[in-house]
Structure formats: C-alpha cells, structure tokens
C-alpha cells in the first residue's frame, strides 16, 4: 500500500485518490484487503485522517466486488481505525496506536513499501483499467478451440491465428502493408529490436542512427550486439533528417515517427519522405517503433510510415501502451527478404512466444474487444489529458504542456534552470516522474548542442482514477 500523507505543509488530509496498492488473491479477499488496511493504520503508513477512496472506485481499482470494500471498511470503523460519516467519507480515525517502530537490526522495509505514492514514470498505462473480464473470455474460447498442436513447439515467427489477426487490424486501423507472412510475432519492442540488432550485425551494419531523445535502455541494447549509435536532433518537426547524410556507416534509423517519444511531436510529412527517399538511395533500413500511435485525441492517428516502403521499414508494435506490458506480445511487420534472417535470429534465442498468449490476443482482436478497448482508453486519456490542461492553468498558468494531443504523456515546460529542484521535490512528494534532460542523448562529434530546455516527462495515462486527483495536486504543489 502505498503512503497517502498530507498534502501540503500546512497538514491538510491528502486529497480524495490516495492510491492503495493492496494485492489480493484467494478467497479470502474481504480478510486480507482489511488485514492490508489495518497495517497501513498500525503502522502510521496510512495517516491518521487520511480520507479512504470510495468503496466503489477502491473496489475498481482492486478487481473486487464493492460489497468486499464495504464490508471491510465497516469492520475496521467498528474496530476503531476508520471513521465513517455521511458526507465526510471513510477517514483513518485520529486516534489511533503509535506508529510501530522498527528495532535495532530490523529487516529493511519490503520494496512494495517503499514505492512512490504516485507512479507516474513514462510506458505504463492505466492498468487498472485492463479489460480482465473481457480478456479471461477471449482466453476460454481460445483455449477451447485451440488444436491439440498449438500446445507444441511451433512456428517461431508466431502461430497463423495472431499472426492473420494482426495483419487485418495494422493493414485497418494503422495503415500498415501487412500480410502474415511478413510479421514475426516476439516478446515486446526490446525483444524485437533484439532481434532486429543480430540480423543488422549479419548484415554488416556498424552504426545505426537514433532519436536524440529517447529510451538509453535500447541505445545500450544496440551498442551491446556491437552497434554503434548516433544520435539525430529532434526539434517541432521530428527527427532531422536531412542529418542523417552526414554520419558515416548508418546503415539504419530508430524512429517513432507518429509520436516521438518523449518529447510528442510527429515527424512531419517531409521528413517522412525524406527519410524513405534515404533509405532506397543507401539501401538503409528504417525502424519503425509505433510507440503509443494509436492514441491520438484531436484528429484520426497518423498512419504508419511503413505504409510508404514496406521493403524498406521494419514495423515494430506491441500491447505495452494498448493493454499491458505483462502480457509480453509484440510483432515485427517485415520486408520480405528479411523474414528469413530474423526467424533464424529468434531461433538461436527466444524461440517461442507464450502460444496460449498468442491465441488469446488473436480471439482479443477477431471478436471485437480490442478496438472497443482502445476507443475506451482513448476517451479516457484524452479527458485526462484535458483535466490536466486545465487544471495547470489555473494553478500554475506558467508551465506550458507541449507536444501533440496524443499518446499517454506530455512535456511540461518549465522555467529555465528548475528541473533538477522541481524532480527533486516531486520525489520528496511521493511524485515518480522524470526530466526532459533524462531522455537525451548527446554525442561529442554529433555536431551541434541541445537548447537548453528545462521540462517534465508527465505521463497522465498511468494513475488509477482513485490517485488520479491525488497526483495532480501533488504535481501542483511542486510546480515553480
């Protein structure tokens, strides 16, 4: 469970959206979720006077009946550790055991107590919103239909049922030249470009040119299969391209041209051309990662650049943004000729994906529930997004939010020389957020310098929506 303390200094009881992270599994789940509360008070990790999340959106939040919280928070008002009134909502009573404190030599805090009140890192969804319900069906037919050899060692580029699905869902609704053929179904974006590396080394590529605003977690996984990296400035227009005709031995671009990641601006159309128009003159391949590019709120998402030169653009997707990153599914939509080296790449490794995940997305797709479930979030982040426009300018009507209207988080721009502070107090708050300078990457001979720009990486997606007022008045509260 998390740490729902004050507010502000002047002790005000935390706003209503204290997130509980409370697991409950069994059937004992009225017992422990009142065991959990009750530790939390006993142990001062719930403050005295914090106000409780109701008992329906608690009950959301932890995929239980309501009649479970209900029945626990009348046991613990009974009890003397909540306080119940009408109008007030459940509290945490004032009067409550001292806090325990831990003697001498003590075991250390269990990481789960120590995690931020508030996660707010970028790449997490909303998942308490996963579609279970929907999800468990899709798994039971699936399962039910499923040929006894699908339960075999099987094709490493993925069963036909994903792999047929995928290819009409890309082809429809992101705009993606995509047959079964071409697509290699993997464990997620960093098992792909994996993948993508070793077939790159085979291929002799020494260098492989990168946003200069990213993830270094998959800089680093290129540099380890012995790629070197070269970053390309990224300004309101995308990636530069044009720079890309002078960096020796490039003989690939990572890009995530719908949305670029973190910063939210598209690659505009002539530097999509341009790009694709590089690529067939150096015979360079260009690696597409639709990060979040299903997610966009003030007009149709912006269709796939694969769709320009399939032979040139290896296609990267998965349901990390969609779903959840657990499910860890992913596909490679492929040049043809490339097929063959990256299923001999994946079989010297991580032959097979989950089968049983693999047919459950399938029916996820065919029946329907997977674009209903995108329409939902989309609804959903996009009145996210606009709450938090709106209540940045009324409270902190300096800080401007940049980038598109898309995807699950946004740039927040802050005063010049108070990023450092501002993360350091969000930390202080419970707040997990990044800065903008986190995500750079600047090489000694890449021939030019950031602006400097002082901004935070705010991902408005991933709150559950019993924290989600609790996280913008704490993100306030720490904004210059």
């Given at each position: 469970?998390?740490?729902?303390?004050?507010?502000?200094?002047?002790?005000?009881?935390?706003?209503?959206?204290?997130?509980?992270h409370?697991?409950?599994?069994?059937?004992?789940?009225?017992?422990?979720?009142?065991?959990?509360?009750?530790?939390?008070?006993?142990?001062?990790?719930?403050?005295?006077?914090?106000?409780l999340?109701?008992?329906?959106?608690?009950?959301?939040?932890?995929?239980?009946?309501?009649?479970?919280?209900?029945?626990?928070?009348?046991e613990?008002?009974?009890?003397?550790?909540?306080?119940?009134?009408?109008?007030?909502?459940?509290?945490?009573?004032?009067?409550?055991?001292?806090?325990?404190?831990?003697?001498?030599?003590?075991?250390?805090?269990?990481?789960?107590?120590?995690?931020?009140?508030?996660?707010?890192?970028?790449?997490?969804?909303?998942?308490?919103?996963?579609?279970?319900?929907?999800?468990?069906?899709?798994?039971?037919?699936?399962?039910?239909?499923?040929?006894?050899?699908?339960?075999?060692?099987?094709?490493?580029?993925?069963?036909?049922?994903?792999?047929?699905?995928?290819?009409?869902?890309?082809?429809?609704?992101?705009?993606?030249?995509?047959?079964?053929?071409?697509?290699?179904?993997?464990?997620?974006f960093?098992?792909?470009?994996?993948?993508?590396?070793?077939?790159?080394?085979?291929?002799?590529?020494?260098?492989?040119?990168?946003?200069?605003?990213?993830?270094?977690?998959?800089?680093?996984?290129?540099?380890?299969?012995?790629?070197?990296?070269?970053?390309l400035?990224?300004?309101?227009?995308?990636?530069?391209?044009?720079?890309?005709?002078?960096?020796?031995?490039v003989?690939?671009?990572?890009?995530?041209?719908?949305?670029?990641?973190?910063?939210?601006?598209?690659?505009?159309?002539?530097?999509?051309?341009?790009?694709?128009?590089?690529?067939?003159?150096?015979?360079?391949?260009?690696?597409?990662?639709?990060?979040?590019?299903?997610?966009?709120?003030?007009?149709?998402?912006?269709?796939?650049?694969?769709?320009?030169?399939?032979?040139?653009?290896?296609?990267?997707g998965?349901?990390?943004?969609?779903?959840?990153?657990?499910?860890?599914?992913?596909?490679?939509?492929?040049?043809?000729?490339?097929?063959?080296?990256i299923?001999?790449?994946?079989?010297?490794?991580?032959?097979?994906?989950?089968?049983?995940?693999?047919?459950?997305?399938?029916?996820?797709?065919?029946?329907?529930?997977?674009?209903?479930?995108?329409?939902?979030?989309?609804?959903?982040?996009?009145?996210?997004?606009?709450?938090?426009?709106?209540?940045?300018?009324?409270?902190?009507p300096?800080?401007?939010?940049?980038?598109?209207?898309?995807?699950?988080?946004?740039?927040?721009?802050?005063?010049?020389?108070t990023?450092?502070?501002?993360?350091?107090?969000?930390?202080?708050?419970?707040?997990?957020?990044?800065g903008?300078?986190?995500?750079?990457?600047?090489?000694?001979?890449?021939?030019?310098?950031?602006?400097?720009?002082?901004?935070?990486?705010?991902?408005?997606?991933?709150?559950?929506?019993?924290?989600?007022?609790?996280?913008?008045?704490?993100?306030?509260?720490v904004?210059?």
């Amino acid at each position: 469970m998390a740490d729902p303390r004050t507010n502000s200094a002047a002790g005000r009881p935390p706003a209503f959206g204290a997130d509980l992270h409370v697991e409950l599994h069994g059937p004992g789940l009225r017992a422990g979720l009142t065991d959990a509360l009750r530790e939390a008070v006993r142990t001062g990790r719930l403050a005295p006077g914090s106000r409780l999340p109701a008992s329906r959106s608690l009950a959301a939040d932890l995929g239980v009946s309501r009649n479970t919280v209900v029945e626990s928070y009348v046991e613990l008002v009974a009890e003397g550790w909540l306080t119940a009134r009408q109008g007030s909502g459940t509290r945490v009573a004032t009067r409550v055991p001292e806090p325990h404190r831990a003697a001498p030599g003590a075991p250390p805090a269990r990481a789960d107590e120590c995690r931020p009140r508030y996660g707010l890192w970028t790449g997490a969804p909303d998942l308490a919103n996963f579609p279970r319900t929907q999800w468990l069906a899709a798994a039971r037919r699936a399962l039910t239909a499923a040929p006894h050899d699908a339960l075999g060692y099987g094709d490493a580029r993925g069963r036909t049922e994903p792999r047929t699905a995928l290819a009409d869902y890309l082809t429809r609704a992101r705009g993606v030249y995509a047959g079964p053929e071409r697509i290699v179904v993997c464990s997620g974006f960093h098992h792909g470009l994996a993948l993508m590396a070793q077939a790159l080394r085979v291929r002799r590529v020494r260098a492989v040119a990168v946003e200069a605003y990213g993830l270094d977690l998959y800089r680093d996984l290129l540099r380890r299969a012995g790629l070197h990296t070269a970053p390309l400035y990224v300004d309101e227009h995308g990636a530069r391209i044009d720079d890309l005709a002078r960096l020796p031995g490039v003989g690939a671009v990572l890009l995530t041209p719908a949305h670029q990641y973190p910063t939210g601006v598209a690659l505009c159309p002539e530097r999509r051309t341009a790009v694709v128009d590089w690529a067939r003159a150096t015979g360079g391949l260009i690696l597409e990662d639709d990060y979040d590019g299903e997610f966009r709120y003030d007009r149709q998402p912006v269709g796939a650049l694969q769709g320009l030169d399939p032979e040139r653009v290896v296609y990267f997707g998965s349901v990390s943004k969609s779903l959840a990153p657990g499910i860890r599914l992913g596909w490679m939509v492929l040049p043809e000729e490339l097929v063959p080296e990256i299923v001999t790449a994946k079989g010297h490794g991580d032959y097979m994906t989950s089968t049983l995940e693999q047919l459950t997305l399938a029916e996820f797709i065919v029946s329907g529930a997977y674009d209903r479930h995108v329409r939902s979030m989309r609804l959903r982040y996009r009145r996210r997004r606009d709450q938090l426009v709106e209540v940045l300018r009324q409270r902190a009507p300096g800080i401007r939010v940049t980038g598109m209207a898309a995807g699950l988080q946004t740039v927040l721009e802050l005063p010049r020389g108070t990023e450092g502070s501002v993360v350091q107090a969000a930390a202080r708050q419970g707040l997990a957020i990044r800065g903008l300078t986190q995500f750079r990457y600047e090489a000694p001979d890449c021939g030019w310098q950031f602006l400097e720009r002082d901004a935070l990486v705010f991902n408005y997606a991933a709150p559950s929506d019993s924290a989600w007022a609790g996280a913008l008045d704490a993100l306030c509260g720490v904004l210059p």
